[in-house]
């Protein structure tokens, strides 16, 4: 048998080297699809701020003094506006979520204003709230804007019945976008 192995031309020796990276370049990309499906099927429950990632949990503690925790409102839609008082922009925004908000076609619709400037106080907030009759959860939150990357208000993230993020914007949203993009998650 070390006859064959031995042969001057090196025939099988070069055989089995050839088998043998046939089954390295294989195992390799064996390994390469197996991590790529796995990635895959564990997206959807990737918590991020991009679009079809899930909606990085928080609780926050409105301006009324109760806490409310986006874990627990599994099975609504959510819009989070992330705002400031001060903001003009924001200021269109709460015309348009208004207009929304009132819109009857969205029992399970939730809105959540956060205010993430730091240095508003609870009644600067309260102030704001009745000024523009908001009928929705108004909250402080400066942590939140780091959490979801907020680079400029107004911005808003619609997140479907699971949490997922199903839309985002920077600047000011009008109520038809917001309405259409309402249409949408629910098929």
């Known amino acids: 048998m070390s006859e064959f192995i031995e042969q001057k031309d090196g025939t099988l020796n070069k055989m089995y080297l050839v088998i043998f990276v046939y089954i390295i370049v294989g195992l390799v990309v064996l390994g390469f699809v ?20 899930k909606a990085p949990d928080f609780t926050v503690q409105t301006i009324r003094g109760d806490y409310i925790e986006l874990a627990n409102l599994q099975g609504e839609i959510v819009i989070l506006d992330f705002m400031a008082t001060w903001c003009p922009p924001c200021r269109r925004e709460i015309l348009h979520l208004k207009e929304v908000y009132s819109n009857k076609s969205y029992e399970n619709l ?42 400029s208000i107004p911005t808003i993230y619609i997140l479907n019945e699971h949490g997922n ?23």
């Open 34 to 53: 197996l991590t790529q499906s796995n990635q895959n099927e564990n997206s959807v429950n990737e918590i991020g701020t991009k679009i079809g990632k």
């Open 165 to 187: 993020i199903y839309y985002k914007n920077v600047g000011v949203t009008s109520a038809s976008e917001i309405l259409e993009k309402l249409k949408g998650i629910r098929g």
């Open 110 to 151: 939730r809105i959540i204003s956060i205010d993430i400037d730091a240095s508003e106080s609870i009644d600067e907030l309260t102030t704001f709230k009745e000024a523009y009759k908001i009928n929705w959860i108004l909250a402080r939150g400066p942590s939140l804007g780091e959490k979801y990357k907020i680079s």
